[in-house]
């Protein structure tokens, strides 16, 4: 079984960082490299890069920020935003990105999928899914920044782009986005059993027993937030470590394990460990980082 990953989602309008709260507020937050250095020694598995208002805006993917980012990016980096030809897709990995992130691409020609699946293969095309919750257990796949109902069902257009050559899933919820509520475990579940590629998990992540239940309850393959990881120093790490003692298989490289530490679910330290296994945990990070 492969391991669970810890993706952590970078948000831009234009080359400004921002935190997004139900696709309709912004907070500025600062640069994209510098967040890109630090999550990338923060022990993160990949960095999602969006521009979320490239597409809206008729702008094509910014290579000169993508290289940037990717000079300081030591793991994979997916990039979206702008992204609707085979020569963006192109660039954009000239400029050192190892996946491309499309939604309304893929939706206004789906066809699309499969022209990129053929030409840079399946593992590089990662179809970006929004979705609102309409009614009880009814979901709708939405575009435009969430703005427009497609009357879609987010499992049948996650197989279908399954079917056309899609590697993975970035499935979004646009009713968590920013709520703090944590992932829409139902939806996330519901499309993960729907397909066999790998669904990423995104919206509402306001805890780190939030990830633990993406992973555990929702089946996702990966989970991945971005706002939260904007406020608490070494977060990914604190949430690798978290998902590690819920007893999920995930990659925790950093010889700072914060083994023995006791944490509350918002990954704040409660406890720290006795003198002995302080010790340990000294001795076995030492010997870790050797």
């Not at 669970?4 to 309709?24: C, H, N, P, W, Y």
């Not at 630090?38 to 598995?45: A, K, L, P, Q, R």
């Amino acid at each position: 079984m492969l391991k669970k990953r810890l993706i952590s989602a970078l948000l831009l309008q234009d080359e400004l960082l921002v935190q997004s709260f139900g696709f309709e507020r912004y907070l500025p937050i600062g640069k994209a490299k510098i967040a890109v250095e630090f999550m990338t020694n923060w022990d993160i598995d990949e960095i999602l890069l969006v521009d979320m208002t490239a597409t809206r805006e008729g702008r094509k993917p910014n290579l000169d920020l993508i290289s940037g980012v990717s000079a300081r990016c030591f793991v994979a980096l997916t990039v979206g935003g702008g992204i609707s030809e085979i020569a963006d897709i192109q660039g954009v990995i000239r400029a050192g990105a190892d996946k491309v992130c499309i939604n309304k691409a893929a939706l206004a020609n789906p066809e699309f999928i499969t022209s990129a699946a053929e030409v840079f293969g399946t593992q590089c095309v990662v179809v970006s899914i929004d979705v609102k919750r309409h009614t009880p257990g009814g979901y709708e796949v939405f575009s435009d920044s969430g703005t427009t109902g497609t009357g879609l069902d987010p499992v049948a257009w996650a197989r279908r782009c399954e079917e056309l050559g899609a590697g993975e899933i970035l499935l979004n919820s646009i009713d968590r986005d920013g709520s703090r509520e944590g992932y829409d475990l139902e939806l996330v579940r519901v499309v993960s059993a729907g397909v066999r590629i790998p669904v990423i998990a995104l919206g509402g992540v306001g805890t780190m027993k939030h990830f633990a239940d993406g992973a555990k309850l929702g089946n996702a393959s990966a989970v991945a937030a971005g706002n939260i990881f904007h406020h608490i120093e070494h977060s990914t790490i604190v949430a690798k470590s978290f998902l590690k003692k819920s007893g999920i298989d995930i990659r925790l490289s950093t010889a700072a394990k914060y083994t023995g530490f006791v944490f509350d679910d918002a990954g704040r330290i409660l406890k720290k460990p006795d003198e002995e296994l302080e010790q340990i945990w000294l001795t076995r990070s030492r010997l870790e980082a050797i």
